[in-house]
């Protein structure tokens, strides 16, 4: 059973687990369960997802109920007037505590430059004794708050690896010594990046609508593991 959020007539969102497809795709052929479908079959009515997450980030993820509802609440996505906050594990700590990555990014299809924005901000810092680089004793990782102001592919992973700051178990744009130390030594095969809250404005009433979820236990079991606590 997927983890709802929020529902109303209009729409509903989700707490949708690492490694599960949003809907079908091209690039995994393979897969038989996507959340598109779970869903449908959970609540036995028509539902559309109205944005993305990638398949190793877990988090708020919104559908529509409605079809004529669809494009009111995408066109908030596309205006950018939704607020979206994720969490992240990274290995490193930001000597700037607080900063606007504004770094362009090429599309995977053209290999044009696109603007994109994230904003983050240091919330924890960890320092372990463990040598996983080869060039120190230890090893010191953050725990990041990031907000995208743009909604290109794998954005926030790919602007943390250009300032070297790998999310932990990122296969496609982390660092593979990071990922091989953490599976051997605390277990963790999943992509440190949460979608926590997603703000919308309500296509009815236009009010504001605040929808949080709580980080799996895969990611809590790694903040425990770097002494943090108190991490929802």
Known sequence: MLEILYE???LIAINKPSGLLVHRTSIAPEETVFALQLLRDQIGQ???P???????????LLFSKRKEILPLLKNQFLERTVEKTYLAVVRGIPEVKEALIDYPLTTERSNKKQEARTTYKVLKEAEIPFNTTGRYPTSRYALLEL????GRTHQIRRHLAHL???ILGDKAHGDNKQNQFFEKQFGLTNLLLHAQ???????DTLET??????????FKKTCIDLGWDQIR
């Open 8 to 10: 109303d007539e209009n």
């Open 147 to 150: 907000k995208p102001e743009t």
């Open 46 to 48: 028509w539902v559309s």
């Open 197 to 203: 809250t997603l703000v919308i404005k309500l296509p």
């Open 50 to 60: 109205v944005h993305r997450l990638d398949r190793p980030t877990s988090g708020v």
């Open 209 to 218: 609508l605040t929808i949080e979820a709580e980080i799996p236990p895969h």
């Open 164 to 166: 070297r700051y790998y």
